[in-house]
């Protein structure tokens, strides 16, 4: 049998690994978590540092789920695996919604405290399309302000336009945060949600393991 690649998880802005709990896939997963940032740090570099976590000594996958996407999109450029998947997520600037790079430019989200990023429940529900809301709570609960903070200023200030290679994005039709870019590296699901990593785990399972039986 083929030996099972070791895939490397990032998970979205303000989540943690429970996003990947509900994956069944054919590798083995490690969990590569958030350190803090590092002051007026950029995305790119922030991902560079948590790079060093990787073994490279044996090849390896990336796993992004929403701003997880974007970190290992950028640790991608730097490391070359094998391959990198992105769910809810995008290698490009332009597979995120306009309205960031307005945000981003006007400089408001600097002048907004860490406190209020605590988004309420009910709007996060609506905007993630959750059905697990729950397990949304209590990530959300968990959150840590200061870095969702920075994460958001740095989400709107990436300027990414080189496509990876080796990529395979997974984007939902109903993804109000990252539509994505709609590519012949974008499989599509419908009706599919920005937390569909965990409420459509079975379908996202089928087809990475799919692509995985062929990369």
């Known amino acids: 049998m083929p030996k099972i690649i070791t895939l490397y998880a990032i998970s979205g802005l303000g989540a943690d690994h429970r996003v990947f709990q509900y994956l069944d896939l054919n590798a083995d ?42 970190i290992a999109t950028e640790i991608a450029k730097k490391l070359n695996p094998k391959f990198t998947i992105l769910i809810s997520s995008t290698d490009l600037k332009n597979g995120l ?16 405290p860490p406190t209020g990023f ?40 990436w300027k990414n336009d080189e496509p990876l290679d080796n990529v395979l994005k997974i984007n939902g039709t109903k993804d109000l945060l990252i539509p994505g870019s709609n590519d012949s590296q974008t ?3 419908e009706n599919g949600t920005h937390f569909m990593v965990v409420d459509r785990a079975d379908e996202v399972s089928e087809k990475i393991n799919s692509y995985l039986n062929q990369a």
């Open 29 to 70: 997963i490690i969990h590569l978590h958030w350190i803090q940032p590092q002051k007026e740090e950029s995305l790119k570099q922030y991902a560079h540092r948590l790079a060093e976590k990787i073994d490279t000594s044996e090849p390896f996958g990336l796993i992004g789920v929403s701003f997880g996407g974007l």
């Open 118 to 157: 605590r988004i309420p429940k009910m709007l996060a529900n609506y905007l993630f399309g959750a059905k697990n809301e729950k397990l949304l709570s209590d990530i959300l609960d968990d959150s840590d302000f200061n870095f969702t903070k920075w994460a958001v200023i740095s989400l709107t200030k």
């Open 187 to 189: 499989l599509i699901i």
């Open 97 to 112: 919604r306009q309205v960031y790079g307005w945000v981003g430019r006007l400089g408001v989200v600097e002048l907004i």
